[in-house]
């Protein structure tokens, strides 16, 4: 049923039981995995600095962080015994996460949710509203 699949992944718990689900699914099922990262976009006070300095340090700061996070998915993925792929996007949370479920025609996206009692995560929900494909939401 699900041949390829991707998954949000950041430094969250609910994203590391995310890929953890995901990985088992994937080797269960034989499919593929993505995992996708989105490289949050730059704080609002860079705008206001007279030099882009700051703001390139920043950004190259960022994209280390992120190429590390997806190498500690790359190697859990490894452990497990799956290869996968692994994408980094800037920009919007939702609209990169939405996009790359499109753009690698996924049948099944796996994101965290997180653990609220009364409320759930702005982006997972905005996820689920908009979702292309099947959707499984891991607490």
Partial sequence: MFRRSTVAFDE???ARRA???AIELAKTL???????SVIEPAPI???FSTSAAPYIRWSDEMRNRYITIQEK????AED???SIEAELSKGAEVESILEA???????LLVIGMPKHNWIVGHTA????ERVPCALLEIR
Avoid at 125 to 128: D, F, H, I, N, R
């Fill in 125 to 128: 929900q905005e996820v689920a």
């Fill in 80 to 82: 497990a015994g799956l």
């Fill in 45 to 47: 006070y860079f705008s």
């Fill in 19 to 21: 890929l953890q689900a």
């Fill in 12 to 14: 969250s718990a609910e």
């Fill in 101 to 107: 479920a499109k753009h690698n025609q996924s049948d």
């Fill in 73 to 76: 998915a790359r190697k859990f």
């Fill in 30 to 36: 034989r499919a593929s995995l993505t995992v996708i």
